[in-house]
């Protein structure tokens, strides 16, 4: 299971959670309270951190959303190649994928679709056959997310493949 697939709690325990004050707007309350929460995943060392808002539980849920994506886009895990998982397949009718970049599920259905490219040596076709879509619709999920986009066009260049518009 890719780590930002896990719940929170799981997901957490396996992190170094700490606050801190940052200075900017927002006043006396942003300067003397420690709001900005940074979450550092140890096994992986990717870290994460949200300090926009006044709300210390606020900035700990985005923090924790931003860590997802990052694990997402940045640690790959073996593929199985059993097929598609469940929230996967949830999430995909008539070779359309519908999804947004918001959602709670956004950075595990990425995290997938990115451990399935690296496992195909980043082959959008054998990629949108395995998960029954078609390659515009994993294009415009990677798009959502553009660090991700970027390290496919990346790997792809890498690979004498040409790069996704």
Not at 97 to 118: G, N, R, W
Not at 123 to 136: K, N
Request: contains cysteine; charged residues 25%.
């Amino acid at each position: 299971m890719h780590p930002c697939s896990q719940n929170e709690a799981d997901l957490l325990s396996a992190c170094d959670v700490r606050s801190e004050r940052r200075s900017g707007p927002g006043g006396q309350h942003r300067n003397k309270v420690e709001t900005a929460i940074v979450i550092a995943h140890q096994p992986t060392g990717i870290v994460a951190e949200a300090n926009e808002r006044r709300s210390q539980l606020d900035n700990r849920r985005v923090a924790v959303f931003r860590l997802r994506l990052a694990l997402a886009t940045r640690h790959r895990t073996p593929s199985a190649n059993a097929g598609p998982s469940e929230l996967w397949k949830s999430r995909a009718h008539n070779r359309r994928l519908a999804v947004s970049s918001e959602h709670d599920d956004f950075p595990a259905l990425l995290a997938e679709l990115l451990d399935q490219l690296h496992a195909t040596e980043y082959s959008m076709p054998d990629a949108a056959e395995f998960f029954q879509v078609t390659a515009s619709q994993l294009v415009k999920l990677l798009k959502l997310h553009s660090p991700a986009h970027l390290h496919v066009n990346s790997a792809r260049l890498e690979r004498g493949l040409h790069k996704l518009s």
